[in-house]
């Protein structure tokens, strides 16, 4: 039961990592387009801040096994097979995008308008603005941000056993659920737990540290 656990666990450390990277790095893009494009921004532009709004609402709506289903082609042309550990990354990306744009929006357009202001009063431009106040000023809140995005993304990639993503969802639904063997469903929610707690006390350690 060791081997299969630590196993299972290194699969969704795996999956939980890798996919917070993608997500941060992608979920970025339209974040800033958001903030930039509000009404309050800095270039607020109705029509696109409306249509990305939307889009990133309707994405944030699809339950994770819904979409791991609907994105199974996408899937197969990316990591070149639908399940798997590695697969997995794709579904468990695309579902962290939105939500990751979603907070690190409200993070960025949390800074204190007197700053940017103070910025613009200086000479500075739209991207220094971006980059030397924005990004630096939400820097501690980003952070919390993106602690919560791996604790969701350790619910969605638990729930990814249940179609073949690996880790430690696969082996409580597989042992635990189907086997009857209580001592490994017992087992991978204590992992579980104390990987969630784990990831919640660094991030919060750093925020404080950056504060």
Do not use: C, W
Request: proline content about 4%; glycine content about 10%; overall charge positive.
């Amino acid at each position: 039961m060791y081997d299969v656990i630590m196993k299972a666990f290194g699969q969704t450390v795996y999956m939980v990592i890798g996919s917070t990277i993608f997500s941060v790095i992608l979920g970025f893009i339209p974040a800033i387009v958001l903030t930039v494009t509000a009404p309050d921004g800095l270039r607020p532009n109705k029509i696109i801040y409306g249509i990305l709004d939307i889009l990133v609402n309707v994405f944030r709506s699809f339950p994770f096994i819904i979409l791991m289903v609907i994105v199974i082609p996408f899937t197969r042309m990316i990591a070149g097979k639908a399940i798997g550990t590695k697969a997995a990354l794709v579904p468990l990306t695309i579902s962290a995008i939105p939500f990751v744009a979603s907070v690190i929006e409200s993070a960025l357009r949390s800074v204190d308008h007197g700053l940017i202001e103070a910025a613009r009063s200086f000479g500075a431009g739209d991207l220094q603005i971006i980059f030397r106040v924005y990004l630096k000023e939400a820097l501690p809140a980003i952070l919390s941000d993106i602690t919560l995005t791996m604790i969701s993304l350790i619910g969605y990639s638990a729930m990814g056993g249940a179609i073949g993503a690996g880790g430690l969802g696969d082996v409580a639904i597989r042992y635990g659920y189907q086997a009857y063997k209580m001592p490994y469903l017992i087992s991978t929610s204590i992992v579980l737990i104390i990987f969630v707690q784990v990831i919640q006390s660094v991030g919060n350690l750093l925020y404080k540290k950056l504060s």
